[in-house]
Nanobody, 126 residues
Framework: QVQLVESGGGLVQAGGSLRLACAAS????????MGWFRRAPGKEREFTAA????????YYADSVKGRFTISRDNAKNTVYLQMNSLKLEDTAVYYC???????????????????WGQGTQVTVSS
């Protein structure tokens, strides 16, 4: 069973950048597709980005496409979310999640992810 720990959140000005990291332990990381989700204040948690086991397929929410980049390093058991050109509306708690299914491509559905981190706060200020 994999455990996930996010890091890299913080306070940043609009237009700035942050890189989130999610370190996995307790499982064979390369067997999991990985996703990032976020929950903004007063809103439901939503899909942000996902990546296949071998880095070959990535999906993004329309709201972050072109600004965020998901990547993974299977040798380091870590998935990243590079966030550029941050906007006020990107303020949220960001969660990473792992999906152990045999499906090749990553999923945008929260229900497909069986393992979740505790989240890391990202606050974008004006």
């Amino acid at each position: 069973q994999v455990q996930l720990v996010e890091s890299g959140g913080g306070l940043v000005q609009a237009g700035g950048s942050l890189r989130l990291a999610c370190a996995a332990s307790g499982g064979t990381f390369s067997m999991y597709t990985m996703g990032w989700f976020r929950r903004a204040p007063g809103k439901e948690r939503e899909f942000t980005a996902a990546i296949s086991r071998d880095n070959s397929i990535t999906y993004y929410a329309d709201s972050v496409k072109g600004r965020f980049t998901i990547s993974r390093d299977n040798a380091k058991n870590t998935v990243y979310l590079q966030m550029n050109s941050l906007k006020l509306e990107d303020t949220a708690v960001y969660y990473c999640a792992a999906d152990r299914s045999t499906r090749f491509g990553p999923s945008r559905l929260q229900s497909e992810y069986g393992y979740w981190g505790q989240g890391t706060q990202v606050t974008v200020s004006s």
